[in-house]
């Protein structure tokens, strides 16, 4: 027999009816009752919860605050990834059909950070901006180069 089941009685030659803990325990006082004890005694006296109330969505005064808002994030996060920041730039316009979209362009060496392998960093910035807008919204990843040519 080891000191361990010595000690909490495991194999001692006791019966079970005589088997007692030997490590000093603690005495309950009436006010640390189990909970459910607590509940019983004090379910007379209980009031009624009332539900929180739920706040009605309102709209926010601007309507561009939020698209703008993901603008600046995208800005912010671009200018961190590339190597040239200073040819960082983002606009924030309304395609043909009027829905948002926000256009990053970059220096033509920095695109590849950008998009990143298999396009995972272009598909995250868009996950973050589009958290952010709480709308849909399109991103695009332009290169200088492209962005300054013409529409064809």
């Known amino acids: ?5 010595d ?7 006791e019966t079970e009816t005589e088997r007692r803990s030997r490590l000093p325990g603690r005495r309950i006082a009436s006010s640390d009752a189990p909970k459910k004890e607590r509940r019983r005694r004090d379910a007379g006296a ?3 919860q009332e539900r929180p109330r739920r706040r009605e969505p309102t709209a ?8 703008r808002m993901a603008t600046e994030l995208l800005q912010f996060l671009a200018k961190r990834l590339v190597s040239k920041p200073n ?3 983002v606009e924030l316009f309304l395609d043909e059909s009027g829905e948002p979209v926000i256009e990053l362009v970059v220096d033509p060496e920095d ?3 950008v998009i990143g392998r298999n396009g995972r960093v272009a598909q995250a910035l868009r996950t973050l901006v589009r958290a952010t807008a709480e709308s849909p919204i399109a991103v695009d990843i332009l290169d200088s180069e ?3 040519r013409p529409f064809a």
Request: hydrophobic share 40%; net charge negative; glycine share 10%.
């Open 1 to 5: 027999m080891s000191a361990f089941d």
């Open 146 to 148: 492209e962005a300054a």
């Open 87 to 89: 040819d960082v730039c």
């Open 111 to 113: 695109l590849g950070r």
């Open 46 to 48: 209980r009031r009624p």
């Open 60 to 67: 926010p005064a601007d309507p561009w605050a939020r698209p």
């Open 7 to 13: 000690e909490f009685g495991l194999f001692g030659e």
